[in-house]
């Protein structure tokens, strides 16, 4: 058949056609390409938070490693620390605030930058791992939590008083972003006599 034989309601058809396979297949490329962006944002957060995770267990792992081989208990210090001393672990019970809810929970930004001064910073040479890939070395803050005693009798003086003494370890790391944080806490029990 010759284009000259074709009933004229059939010339163009295949144009038509073809532009309307062009269009469907346009929008199927179009949200293919939105559903492969949205899982690689989403594989980016996931690492990123991640990465915030691990670098907040090393700082709980940094402060534990501070406590364990110690022999002779710490002094606790007022929280915050003055500048003339040197301060490690803090007694939430002799401060104004309370290190980990008025510091890093507070929705104030001075507060969470003076935990931020108040913590330690996280020391490569404790455990000779580095943190690659992080946005800030992860911190730690240790608070003492008391004293439990062994015994419930009174009366015996501080000579005889065993017992353990409980710290709180609250680290903050961040991931690839500053965006990224996590913050983790454990409570460590340690015996000195």
Partial sequence: MTRASLPLANRGIVLVT???L???MSVLGISALRATTLEERMSGNWRDR???LQAAEAGLRAGERFIGPLT???TPHAYPCS???TCEVFDPADSSKRPTEDGLMSANAA???EWAEQSREYDRNDDGRDMPGVAALP???I???GHIRDHLVTGFGSAHETGRDQYRITARGTGQTAVARSVLQSLYIKRYN
């Fill in 139 to 141: 911190r730690h803050l």
């Fill in 72 to 74: 002779v208990a710490p």
């Fill in 111 to 113: 507060d969470r930058d």
């Fill in 22 to 24: 062009l269009l469907i």
């Fill in 143 to 145: 608070e003492h939590r």
């Fill in 18 to 20: 073809t532009l309307i």
């Fill in 83 to 85: 500048a003339d001393q």
């Fill in 50 to 52: 991640n990465l915030a």
